[in-house]
C-alpha cells in the first residue's frame, strides 16, 4: 500500500490533536492542584499544603516556614487575587508550571512556580 499524503496528514493531525489534549489535561490538573496550594496557604492548613508534596518537600518544609509564609500571602490575597496559567517548562525531571497571580489590591503581580513529577509537588516558588 502506498504512502497516501493526505492520510499522512490526517495521522500528523489525529497525533498532534491527542497530545494537545493529554497537555491541556496535565495544565488544569496542575492549575487545580496549584489553585488548591493556595487555598491551603490562606487557611494556613500545613496538613492540607503538603497532601500533595513529594517526600523532599515534606522534609525541607516545616510548620514554621510554612506559617511564615502564609502570613506573608494572606497579607496579599486579603483583598482578593486571580491566577493565570502562563506556561510550563521542563528541568531536570520535573514540569515546572508558571502562573501570574494579580491582587485586586493593585499592588505588583508575583510570578508564582510549581514543579511537578508524577502529580506530586516538588516545590512552589513565589517572586
Known amino acids: 500500500m502506498k ?3 493526505i492520510r499522512i496528514a490526517l495521522f500528523i493531525a489525529a497525533f ?19 489553585k488548591g496550594l493556595i487555598t491551603a496557604q490562606t ?3 500545613y496538613d492540607a499544603f503538603v497532601a500533595d508534596a513529594d517526600d523532599n518537600l515534606k522534609a525541607a518544609l516545616t510548620k514554621t516556614q510554612f ?5 506573608v ?3 496579599r490575597t486579603s483583598g482578593g487575587y486571580d491566577t493565570t496559567f502562563l506556561g510550563e517548562l521542563n528541568q531536570h525531571g520535573y514540569q515546572v508550571f508558571l502562573f501570574r497571580l494579580r491582587f485586586k489590591d ?8 510549581m514543579s511537578l513529577k508524577a ?9
Do not use: M, R
Not at 491541556?24 to 487545580?32: G, M, V
Not at 502529580?119 to 517572586?127: A, L, M, Q, S, T
Open 106 to 113: 493593585g499592588g505588583d503581580d508575583i510570578l508564582g512556580t
Open 67 to 71: 506559617d511564615a509564609a502564609s502570613n
Open 16 to 34: 498532534s490533536l491527542c497530545s494537545f489534549t493529554l497537555h491541556a489535561a496535565d495544565n488544569a490538573q496542575a492549575e487545580k492542584i496549584f
Open 43 to 45: 487557611a494556613k492548613d
Open 3 to 5: 504512502n497516501n499524503p
Open 73 to 75: 500571602i494572606i497579607k
Open 119 to 127: 502529580d506530586k509537588v516538588g516545590g512552589i516558588y513565589f517572586k
